[in-house]
Each structure stands twice: as C-alpha cells, then as structure tokens.
C-alpha cells in the first residue's frame, strides 16, 4: 500500500516539475520583453510579441489636391518606407492636410540593420508618399525624410501631391 502511495506522489511531483519545466520558457520571454502589466497589448487576450526600441522619429505633412485645386478632403495618405519602418496613414483634414508620424524601431538589427547616421545620431530614408484623390486616381512622389533620435529633433518634410491634370484630346 506505501509502495502505491509513494508512486502516486512521485507521478504528481513529476507532473508539478513538467509544469513548471513547460512554464519556464512563457516566463521568461515575458519578463525579456516586458510584456506583462500594461505591456504591449495588455488587453485580455494580449497575445502580440513586444515592438523593438524607437531609434528614430519623423514627421511627414503635406496636402493632397485634385487637378483643379480643391482639396481632396478626407481621403487616406500613406508615407511608406520600406520594410524596417513600414507604412503609416493619416486622412486628410477639410483643407486636404495631412500629417504623418513614422518611427523606426527594430528588435531584429541583423535583418534589418541600423542606417547611416550622423553624429547626432539622425539619419535619412528615402519614403514614398501617396494618397487617393478620388475613386481609383492615386498619386503619388517619393520624399528624402530625417529621422531623429528622439521627438524633439524632428525635423518635417512638407509634401504636396496634386493629382496630374487631364491631357487633352
């Protein structure tokens, strides 16, 4: 009977250790990332892994006008610059203004490795910047935007997409 008891509580201490064994690894990558208490995504199924730290900060602002002139109002702007940093959005305000604000971080500096930078730390990336007038007329230009280290360093980048005005026939 102690023989049967004795292994009963070996199999439930085993048990406990594989939990724990299992457990180790969430832990661990948690408290790493910091995702846990008002992480990132700390909803209540707060699943997505933890951004990088922010290198750099940018402001794009600009208008998006249709051939004639007239503000192309409440329409999406994009300013994408490339795979490390990505695409971000703004709609256009009743004047057809629009402001964009990318940053760069990355917790993968092998993939994608840090830019040139100058001493102060700033760097340039070349982005392309588009946005539709109207229903299935997009335009778009490309813009050489500085990144700074911090908020305070921003400089902006002024952009104004017009939409090409209609050839002649």
């Not at 180790?24 to 995702?35: N, Q, R, S, W, Y």
């Not at 695409?87 to 917790?107: E, L, N």
Request: aromatic letters at 8%; charged letters at 15%.
């Amino acid at each position: 009977m102690d023989d049967q008891r004795t292994c009963g509580t070996m199999n439930e201490r085993h048990k406990a250790t594989s939990a724990a064994v299992l457990a180790f690894p969430i832990v661990l990558l948690a408290v790493v990332t910091g995702c846990w208490r008002g992480g990132c995504d700390s909803g209540p199924a707060g699943a997505d892994v933890c951004p990088g730290p922010t290198y750099g900060y940018a402001r794009v602002e600009g208008t998006l006008h249709q051939f004639d002139g007239t503000p192309a109002v409440n329409r999406q702007v994009f300013v994408s610059c490339g795979d490390a940093i990505g695409a971000y959005s703004d709609h256009t305000d009743g004047a057809g203004r629009f402001a964009v604000q990318p940053v760069y971080g990355s917790v993968d500096t092998i993939l994608f490795p840090h830019p040139p930078r100058d001493a102060a730390g700033n760097f340039l990336v070349t982005c392309a910047v588009g946005g539709e007038v109207r229903h299935d007329v997009f335009v778009r230009d490309s813009a050489v935007v500085p990144f700074a280290p911090t908020r305070a360093g921003m400089t902006t980048v002024h952009v104004s997409l017009a939409e090409p005005a209609p050839t002649q026939q």
